[in-house]
C-alpha cells in the first residue's frame, strides 16, 4: 500500500488508500484484542480510537486536498492532534504496565526523552517561524501541536519497550510505528505551513505504513504480557543508561551548538535552555530514586535473610511489648517445644517457663525493661513442653523498645538441656568413684 501510494500516478486513487491503512489498522488491534485477551485492554482500546480519529482525518483531508483556497489549519490537523492524544493515552498505559515493584520511575523517564524529543520539533517547526516573520503563527502552533505531543508518546513507547529490554516484538514495534508517525508528521508540518503538501511523496506514504506497523503491534502474543514472552524490568540495563544519557545531553549539545554558533533566535535559545535544565533535573531525580531504590532493596534483602535466619534457627525468638505479652513467636517455638506460635500471641512470656523458676524470670525481665533501651540481660530457666516435658533454656532479653526495625523485647531462648546434663554427669565422675 506504501509503495502503491508513492508510485501511483493519478492524485484521486492516492488518498483512499491514506484512509484504508487506519482502517485495517482498527481491524488488526480488535483481532489482536480477541485472539490474545490481553489483562489490560484499555491501551489497545485507545489506540482503536486514535486509528478512528486518524480515518477521519484522512477522510476529511481527502475530501479538501483538490480544493481550492484551503488554508491551514484546517479540521483534519484538529483531528490529527486527536490521533496523537489517543495515541499517548495507550502508550502512557502500556509503559504503566511494564514498570516492575522497584523500578516505579517511568513518568522520569518518559519526561526526558519527551523534551529530546520536543527540542527537535522544536527546531524543525517551530524555529523557522522566529526566523522568517511572514508565517503564521496560529499555524506554526498548529503544525507544532501534533509532532510535541507524538514526542510523548513516543517516550512512553520507548519506556514500555525498554521495560522488555527491547526483546518483545509487540513494544518494539510500538514504538517504530510511532517514530515513522512521527517522523511524518514533523515533515508534514513544516511543509503545511508554507502550503507546500499535497498528495503523494514519501512523506505521504510514510503516514500510510505507520499505522499498519503500529497495529501490527496487536497481532504477536506479546502484546499480551502475561501470555507473551517476558522478562523482569531491570532499572541498572546498560542500553537503558545509554539512552537516557543521550536524551539528557541531546538539549545541552543543542545549545551548546546554537551559541556557539550564533544560530537560531533568542526564543528558541530560551527554549532549548529551560530544556536542557528540566532535563538535568529530571535525571538527577531519576538517579536519587534509583539510588534510593537500590538501598531500600538491600535493606530488604537484609531482612529477608535475618527472617530466613530466624524463620529456620533452632533458638526460640520472641518479640515481646512493654506489657510482657508476645507479639512474634518464631517456628522454633514448635519445633523446640512443641507449641503453635499462633498460639501464644498476646499471652504472658512467663507462662512459657515452669512454676519453679517463674518468680525469677519476671524479675530479669522487669529489670531489663527497667534498664531502658538497650539494655541486655541473660538467665537460666526451665521452659515446659507441650507434652510437660521441662527442658532447661538459656534465655537472652534485649531491649529495643522504640527502635526503627524492631519495637519491643526481643527475648532468645536456647536450649541447652543436653549441655547441663552432660555438665552433671561429668562433674559426678569428677567427684565419684565408680567401683565404690
Given at each position: 500500500m506504501t509503495a502503491a501510494y508513492v508510485v501511483a500516478p493519478a492524485e484521486d486513487a492516492l488518498e483512499?488508500?491514506?484512509?484504508?491503512?487506519?482502517?485495517?489498522?482498527?481491524?488488526?488491534?480488535?483481532?489482536?484484542?480477541?485472539?490474545?485477551?490481553?489483562?489490560?485492554?484499555?491501551?489497545?482500546?485507545?489506540?482503536?480510537?486514535?486509528?478512528?480519529?486518524?480515518?477521519?482525518?484522512?477522510?476529511?483531508?481527502?475530501?479538501?486536498?483538490?480544493?481550492?483556497?484551503?488554508?491551514?489549519?484546517?479540521?483534519?490537523?484538529?483531528?490529527?492532534?486527536?490521533?496523537?492524544?489517543?495515541?499517548?493515552?495507550?502508550?502512557?498505559?502500556?509503559s504503566r504496565q511494564s514498570e516492575s515493584e522497584h523500578d516505579a520511575f517511568g513518568g522520569y523517564e518518559i519526561g526526558i526523552i519527551a523534551i529530546a524529543v520536543g527540542v527537535g520539533v522544536w527546531l524543525v517547526v517551530a524555529e523557522p517561524y522566529f526566523s522568517d516573520g511572514d508565517l503564521d503563527r496560529s499555524a506554526t502552533a498548529w503544525a507544532a501541536a501534533a509532532p510535541l505531543i507524538g514526542g510523548l508518546a513516543f517516550a512512553a513507547s520507548v519506556r514500555s519497550a525498554a521495560a522488555r529490554h527491547f526483546r518483545s516484538f509487540s513494544p518494539v514495534v510500538l514504538m517504530l510505528g510511532i517514530a515513522l508517525q512521527l517522523i511524518a508528521d514533523v515533515i508534514r508540518g513544516t511543509q503545511e505551513i508554507r502550503d507546500q503538501f499535497g498528495s503523494g511523496g514519501v512523506i505521504g506514504g510514510l503516514g500510510v505504513a505507520a499505522p499498519l506497523v503500529i497495529a501490527s503491534a496487536a497481532l504477536d502474543r506479546s502484546m499480551a504480557p502475561e501470555n507473551g514472552p517476558t522478562s523482569p524490568s531491570s532499572a541498572l540495563s546498560v542500553g537503558r543508561t545509554i539512552g537516557l544519557t543521550v536524551a539528557v545531553l541531546a538539549p545541552l549539545t543543542v545549545l551548546l551548538a546554537l551559541v556557539v554558533s550564533d544560530l537560531g533566535s533568542g526564543t528558541t535559545i530560551l527554549v532549548v535552555a529551560i530544556a536542557a535544565f528540566t532535563s538535568v533535573i529530571l535525571a538527577l531525580a531519576r538517579m536519587w530514586g534509583l539510588l534510593d531504590a537500590v538501598r531500600s532493596l538491600s535493606e530488604r534483602r537484609g531482612q529477608d535473610r535475618l527472617a530466613a535466619m530466624v524463620e529456620h534457627s533452632s533458638d526460640v525468638v520472641m518479640l515481646v511489648d512493654e506489657s510482657g505479652n508476645i507479639k512474634y513467636a518464631s517456628p522454633g517455638l514448635t519445633g523446640t517445644l512443641g507449641h503453635r506460635a499462633a498460639d501464644w500471641i498476646g499471652r504472658p512470656i512467663v507462662d512459657l517457663i515452669a512454676e519453679e523458676d517463674r518468680d525469677t524470670a519476671a524479675r530479669e525481665v522487669e529489670r531489663v525493661f527497667s534498664d531502658g533501651s538497650e539494655a541486655t540481660v541473660r538467665f537460666e530457666s526451665s521452659l515446659v513442653r507441650v507434652d510437660g516435658q521441662r527442658r532447661r533454656m538459656e534465655a537472652t532479653f534485649a531491649n529495643l523498645v522504640g527502635g526503627d526495625a524492631v519495637d519491643g523485647i526481643v527475648a532468645t531462648f536456647r536450649d541447652v538441656t543436653e549441655q547441663r546434663d552432660l555438665e552433671r554427669k561429668l562433674s559426678h565422675r569428677a567427684f565419684h568413684d565408680e567401683l565404690t
Open positions: 483512499p488508500i491514506r484512509v484504508v491503512s487506519p482502517v485495517i489498522a482498527i481491524g488488526a488491534v480488535l483481532f489482536g484484542i480477541a485472539s490474545h485477551r490481553p489483562q489490560r485492554r484499555l491501551p489497545w482500546i485507545f489506540l482503536t480510537i486514535a486509528f478512528g480519529f486518524l480515518v477521519a482525518a484522512h477522510t476529511v483531508w481527502s475530501a479538501l486536498v483538490n480544493r481550492e483556497n484551503v488554508t491551514f489549519p484546517t479540521l483534519a490537523d484538529g483531528l490529527h492532534v486527536g490521533f496523537w492524544v489517543a495515541a499517548l493515552i495507550a502508550m502512557v498505559e502500556l
